[in-house]
């Protein structure tokens, strides 16, 4: 069975809208490697969108030249959508239907490295569900004053260990935990 991890930046106090995080190179390195760790991804609409307007476009320069290989990661990668308001995807997507449980578990029945999520709504869907195998946050050195914050509506708590901790260059910290069961 091929675990569902979860991955996000957030600041020290809680914000995880990725405009409140300024990426460097070693960020995004880190984050390839997350991406290397998984065979599909798996987003809900917003998330998708957002990924694929930053990601999708052949290179033009537009970004730093350290950004390619993640950019060039994210496109190759296999994506699973969930939204009740698309019709369609594309960029080597596909919209899974249905009842999510269902959807999520036949995902991790099949074959492979994992399953990478994003985002701040279908994660806390999939929390709730008990279906998130590993937690990696990417704590800033930052405060940024704002929200959205995370799993804000849980319906109970999760309890966690820390499985792994990597500090990067910047001050930031990739902690890595897996539920306790």
């Known amino acids: 069975m091929r675990p569902l991890r979860y991955s996000i930046n957030v600041t020290l106090d ?12 070693e960020l995004h390195r880190h984050a390839a490697e997350t991406l290397n760790r998984a065979d599909a ?31 060039r990661t994210i496109d190759a990668a296999k994506k699973y959508v969930v939204s009740s308001t698309l019709a369609r995807v594309d960029w080597n997507a596909e919209l899974l239907s249905g009842d999510l449980r269902t959807a999520v578990e036949r995902l991790k029945q099949m074959p492979g490295k994992g399953l990478l999520v994003g985002g701040v709504t279908l994660p806390l869907a999939l929390a ?28 109970k708590p999760i309890d966690l260990k820390l499985v792994d901790r990597h500090p990067l260059g910047s001050g930031a910290v990739a902690l890595r935990y897996e539920p306790r069961r």
């Open 41 to 71: 991804l798996l987003f809900g609409r917003v998330t998708y969108e957002m990924m694929e307007t930053a990601f999708r476009p052949a290179w033009t320069g537009e970004m730093p030249a350290w950004m390619e290989p993640f950019r």
């Open 14 to 25: 809680g914000c995880c809208d990725h405009r409140a995080i300024v990426p460097d190179e």
């Open 128 to 155: 709730d569900l008990g279906l998130i195998d590993e937690y990696q946050l990417v704590v800033h050195p930052r405060l940024a004053g704002y929200g959205p914050t995370l799993f804000a509506g849980l319906s």
